[in-house]
């Protein structure tokens, strides 16, 4: 009955090679939000998909692919991988309303990715 | 653009001892501010929010009030625990209607016995 999980956990790959990660949120939200955490564990927002739209899109390389198959579902692919892309990625879901700045995130447990 | 700092860590205390984590933010308009915790090897959760100034979140034993006259939030805590170690995040979501959080660098708390 996890709320929002996100597979792998972990992952280990090499320089250059593509990998994905997958988000699924049980909550019925309709809104789904990629996150980055560093090694000095700063957070910053990467992607947001509302109702299978891309809403957020911040600075990030265009190696970086999110798809949204459904409001339930928001996928990560990263091409290329390079050593700077180790982090832990954060998988969030809410409700975007009328009131969307005060609704509360719920975050998957994270996928904790390793770049060699 | 907005933005939240956090006091650095890690903060060291023993149990019982109070705690207070400030957090100042710079965004225009009128954010709702957010305390999420991280537990060690896992995600983020919601400690406590306020959507208003004035408004005091309370959650755990934990409180913030935000206050708009200094731009903080501040959390305090009366008494913590050893299981109140954790990383500490104060963030904002502004009024873009994306749901966007601008997070601060996180306060690592270490409780001893």
């Known amino acids: 009955d996890t709320a929002v999980s996100q597979t792998p956990k972990y992952l280990v790959t090499q320089m250059g090679n593509d990998k994905s990660i997958k988000c699924e949120q049980n909550?019925?939200?309709?809104?789904m939000y990629w996150y980055k955490q560093d090694s000095k564990k700063f957070l910053k927002i990467m992607f947001s998909?509302?109702?299978?739209?891309?809403?957020i899109n911040e600075t990030v390389p265009n190696r970086f692919s999110p798809k949204s198959p459904d409001k339930a579902h928001l996928n990560l692919h990263i091409n290329s991988l390079e050593l700077g892309d180790s982090a832990v990625y954060f998988c969030?879901?809410?409700?975007?309303?009328?009131?969307?700045?005060?609704?509360?995130?719920?975050f998957g447990p994270g996928t904790r990715l390793l770049v060699l | 653009g907005n933005s939240v700092t956090q006091m650095e860590g890690p903060v060291t205390l023993s149990e019982e001892a109070f705690l207070t984590i400030n957090c100042t933010y710079t965004?225009?308009?009128?954010?709702?501010l957010f305390w999420y915790v991280q537990y060690p090897g896992e995600g983020l959760q919601l400690l406590l929010k306020?959507?208003?100034?004035?408004d005091k979140g309370s959650n755990k034993g934990f409180e913030a009030t935000y206050r708009k006259e200094t731009t903080s939030f501040h959390l305090e805590k009366g008494s913590v625990q050893v299981s109140d170690s954790a990383v500490y995040f104060c963030?904002?979501?502004?009024?873009?209607?994306?749901?966007?959080?601008?997070f601060g660098q996180g306060t690592t708390l270490q409780v001893k016995p």
């Open positions: 965004a225009t308009g009128y954010p709702s």
């Open positions: 963030a904002l979501s502004d009024q873009s209607n994306t749901g966007k959080l601008i």
């Open positions: 306020a959507t208003k100034a004035d």
């Open positions: 969030a879901s809410s409700h975007l309303g009328q009131g969307a700045s005060r609704e509360t995130q719920y």
């Open positions: 909550l019925g939200h309709d809104t």
């Open positions: 998909y509302n109702n299978k739209e891309l809403i």
